[in-house]
């Protein structure tokens, strides 16, 4: 993707740009600061991530659990029978699917690297680490920024569905514009020391307050900085 292209397209970029400072403080004072840490292994992330792709968070973790309680390698994993895996990782939903990319991204990793491990993405430049996960079958921006951000604490920006709601309300990014694009967006936009914080403060406004349906508008302290709602009122 064209990081200019995508920037150029973007009317008002500065005026957009300059909601950060006033909303961060904002979701600062409501949600505090995160400091990152490390909560799984790259690999759990990776394999996560694909299992969280159009389902809940919930759904998602029971269908990571029953595949660690089942496995204990990812060689195991690789080498499933496929209608097994497709059973124990049912929870996530899409399992078909699901279980075939896990398979052939377990494949690809062993094929390149000799060994089930992403650990050497740490020391590549960001663009060259995005590029080799979203080269992976079924990986796209937004896991490759998951992981990124979350495994190994980089410069990444995720966009996620409340993210992505949540940054179109607001202003940050024009309301038509898709997630793929979105992440070129927010990484201009928010300092990158601010990603890991910035991202979860997001989504914690988009479940507390900027809720998908019925969003809590009149209890928003955002709302003097909302497009929405002033297009509204």
């Known amino acids: 993707m064209n990081k200019e292209a995508v920037l150029a397209s973007v009317d008002r970029f500065e005026e957009r740009k300059a909601k950060y400072e006033p909303v961060a403080a904002i979701l600062n004072d409501l949600y505090g600061s995160s400091d990152w840490r490390r909560d799984q292994s790259p690999m759990d992330e990776l394999i996560s991530c694909i299992l969280s792709q ?25 080498f499933a029978p496929l209608d097994e895996l497709v059973e124990t990782i049912r929870h996530a939903g899409l399992a078909n699917q699901k279980a075939a990319r896990i398979q052939a991204v377990l494949e690809r990793i062993y094929q390149e690297r000799g060994e089930y491990n992403i650990d050497f993405l740490a020391e590549m430049p960001i663009d060259e680490a995005k590029a080799w996960l979203t080269s992976l079958p079924g990986v796209g921006p937004k896991t ?39 992440h070129v967006v927010m990484e201009e936009i928010v300092p990158p020391e601010r990603y890991y914080t910035f991202h ?32 509204r009122k």
């Open 54 to 78: 159009s389902t809940t968070d919930l759904n998602r973790d029971r269908g990571f659990e029953a595949l660690k309680q089942r496995y204990p390698t990812w060689e195991a994993v690789r």
């Open 144 to 182: 490759a920024a998951i992981v990124l951000c979350f495994a190994f604490g980089l410069p990444a920006f995720p966009v996620d569905t409340h993210v992505h709601r949540v940054s179109k309300r607001i202003g940050f990014i024009p309301s038509k514009m898709n997630a793929e694009k979105a």
């Open 200 to 231: 979860i403060q997001l989504i914690q406004h988009g479940r507390t307050l900027c809720k998908a349906r019925n969003p809590l508008c009149t209890q928003c302290p955002l709302s003097e900085y909302c497009d929405e709602y002033n297009t």
